[in-house]
């Protein structure tokens, strides 16, 4: 079956489609396309906040996703399915979630039934709603010899952990804390809206990480919250940006210490799920200034990374720095390109959906149980 996964994540960027060929246990990626929002539709994503706006806005990039599915298609061939994760507007984990762009719309322009709606049904189980990636991780990743923890840095960063041997039950998963999104919008407002994102980390390099200010941001009872947990831009958008630059220190600054903030919660979350090689990582640590979360130590597994924050080189050194005895590599060693993963991962999910069977996992999101994920949106051919 050849579907479409359509993926806009909460550092609003814009717009992936992976054309996936999906057969028995066989995923191979056909064609990815990446489309940036448009500076308006990003401006109105995280403006809207009346009925009206959300409902215009829902319609709006049903359009948007639909031409992105369509301008795929002309690329890489046509598919039977889409799977639609929709535009994060609110997400309080294990309470309510709400994600749009009017799957109605999806299927009439594409001719293509459209699965989305993919996160409530796992709260209504008593789930966190996310993440929900880690069930394709396991699929994609697991190993009968070898831990593997599966790392997304999107705008939020989440991890996967795969024991050896794993079955779906042990699997284990949540999101660290904040990945690309408070660099991002940082470096928007430093640079005056002529970078959307902080290339290859320069600027981060170029500044110095205020360790007072780190130190009061690790303090969050989040990073020590057992999981099953997740976050959204309801904790690290405008309000946490705010607050950072209440420090008054240069934006460099600021992108450099959001930039270590996110290495250490993601060593931090990589520790507390990890079994530690003794004495082993506390100096690389020390050295960054990273204080007030547990020891950043070696660990005898691979660390697989993939979102935006792959090509982050300060971030990506940071990360290796605070766990020197992990092996980090991407998924492009996979074979998977890591812009490419998530969109991926809601076709698979969709697919899952279309043939009944459910695709949460309860470890990972704390649902009381295995559940069928989204709805479906026919088309006229289906």
């Known amino acids: ?5 359509v993926m806009s994540g909460t550092s609003l960027d814009g717009i992936d489609v992976a054309i996936v060929e999906i057969r028995g246990g066989r995923i191979k990626t ?32 049903g359009e948007l996703y639909a031409r992105a599915v369509l301008r795929a298609v002309r690329s890489f061939g046509p598919v039977e399915l889409i799977g639609c994760h929709g535009q994060t507007i609110w997400h309080e984990g294990g309470v309510h ?20 709606n993919f996160r409530t049904r796992d709260v209504a189980a008593g789930g966190q709603g996310a993440p929900l990636v880690p069930y394709v991780d396991y699929l994609l990743f697991r190993h009968t010899t ?39 919008a940082l470096t928007r407002e430093y640079t005056g809206g002529r970078q959307q994102f902080d290339r290859d980390g320069a600027i981060a390099a170029a500044g110095k990480i205020d360790r007072a200010l780190l130190k009061e941001l690790l303090a969050d009872a989040y990073y020590r919250r057992r999981p099953p947990k997740s976050a959204g831009r309801e904790q690290y958008g405008v309000a946490f940006v705010e607050r950072m630059k209440k420090s008054k220190l240069a934006f460099p600054d600021l992108i450099a210490t959001a930039t270590a903030l996110t290495a250490a919660t993601i060593a931090g979350g990589v520790h507390g799920r990890a079994k530690a090689k003794p004495d082993t990582g506390r100096e690389a640590c020390a050295t960054k200034g990273v204080t ?3 020891a950043c130590v070696g660990f005898c597994m691979d ?18 720095a605070f766990l020197p005895d992990i092996t ?9 390109d890591p812009d490419a993963k ?24 704390g649902a009381t149980r295995a559940v069928l994920l989204g709805n479906l949106t026919p088309s006229e051919k289906s």
Request: hydrophobic share 45%; no cysteine; aromatic share 4%.
């Open 1 to 5: 079956m050849r579907v479409a996964g």
């Open 30 to 61: 056909i064609g990815f396309q990446s489309k940036p929002y448009a500076e308006a539709v990003r401006r109105a994503i995280l403006e809207a906040a009346s009925a009206e706006s959300i409902s215009r806005l829902n319609f709006q990039l």
């Open 97 to 116: 979630t709400l994600q749009i762009g009017e799957p109605a719309v999806i299927a009439e322009r594409t001719g293509v039934p459209v699965v989305s």
């Open 146 to 184: 070898r831990a593997r923890i599966a790392l997304n840095i999107g705008g939020i960063a989440n991890i996967t952990v795969i024991p050896p041997s794993a079955r779906p039950k042990d699997v284990v998963a949540f999101d660290t804390g904040p990945g690309n999104m408070v660099i991002d």
């Open 292 to 294: 007030g979360i547990p």
């Open 303 to 320: 660390l697989i990374v993939s979102g935006g924050g792959v090509h982050n080189r300060q971030l990506m050194a940071q990360i290796a």
């Open 328 to 336: 980090v590599t991407t998924t492009a060693q996979f074979g998977i």
């Open 342 to 365: 998530e969109a991926i991962a809601f076709a698979v999910l969709a697919r899952e959906t279309w043939r009944r069977k459910p695709a949460n996992l309860p470890s990972a999101t």
